[in-house]
């Protein structure tokens, strides 16, 4: 088993910064890809970004692509969302994945078998 623990949520005026953190422990999480999805109240779960379990290769969605980082460090079983110039529709519970079997980023959510608890990203107007 994985779990998953993201930290880093809060509540930032439009236009600033928010960096999210998922740890790993349990199984070699390292091995492979990680992502991060998001639920707004009311919608389905979206693909935010994913890295795969080198960290050479990401995918992003347009809404957040040139506005989000995600990175990777494999010694300490973590990964990284850096969110700038955040936006009220980016508020959103976010929460981190990994696969046991993926290396490549994919956008698919049914493709991650475990998952964090979520952590709260509020940005207001």
């Known amino acids: 088993q994985v779990q998953l623990v993201e930290s880093g949520g809060g509540l930032v005026q439009a236009g600033g910064s928010l960096r999210l953190s998922c740890t790993a422990s349990g199984r070699t999480s390292s091995s492979y890809a990680m992502a991060w999805f998001r639920r707004a109240p009311g919608k389905e779960r979206e693909f935010v970004a994913a890295?795969?379990?080198?960290?050479?290769?990401?995918e992003y969605a347009d809404s957040v692509k040139g506005r989000f980082t995600i990175s990777r460090d494999n010694s300490k079983n973590t990964v990284t969302l850096q969110m700038g110039r955040l936006k009220p529709e980016d508020t959103a519970v976010y929460y981190c994945?990994?696969?046991?079997?993926?290396?490549?980023?994919?956008?698919?959510?049914?493709?991650?078998?475990?998952w964090g608890q979520g952590t709260q990203v509020t940005v207001s107007s």
């Open positions: 994945a990994t696969s046991s079997a993926l290396l490549s980023p994919v956008r698919l959510g049914r493709e991650y078998d475990y």
């Open positions: 890295i795969s379990w080198s960290g050479d290769s990401t």
